[in-house]
């Protein structure tokens, strides 16, 4: 049985969080294990969505989508300039 928690970590996002979480045994994967660096922040949350993950992001433009009525499955967002790669790791534990 997979982790409840799916988590999608776009390219902003370390990609040392994802493995940390991976860890603690919570399903994460990252842009950068997709191979889908500088696709569109639209597709990426499409994306995460269709997948069944929760969109963690630094990018207010994801706000911007949900604010606009874009289909989604949750939307983790932290301001990069307040949050370190243990932060995110601390939520979760």
């Given at each position: 049985m997979g982790s409840a928690i799916r988590l999608?970590?776009?390219e902003n996002?370390?990609?040392e969080?994802?493995?940390q979480m991976r860890e603690r045994g919570i399903e994460a994967v990252t842009v950068h294990d997709l191979?889908?660096?500088?696709?569109?922040d639209e597709?990426?949350?499409a994306r995460a969505?269709?997948?069944?993950?929760v969109p963690c992001t630094y990018d207010a433009d994801y706000l911007r989508m949900v604010t606009d009525g874009v289909e989604h499955s949750g939307?983790?967002?932290a301001f990069q300039e307040k949050t370190n790669i243990g932060d995110w790791v601390k939520v979760w534990n």
């Open positions: 999608y970590f776009d996002v370390e990609v969080v994802a493995r191979g889908l660096l500088g696709d569109t597709n990426q949350l969505t269709r997948m069944g993950y939307i983790v967002f």
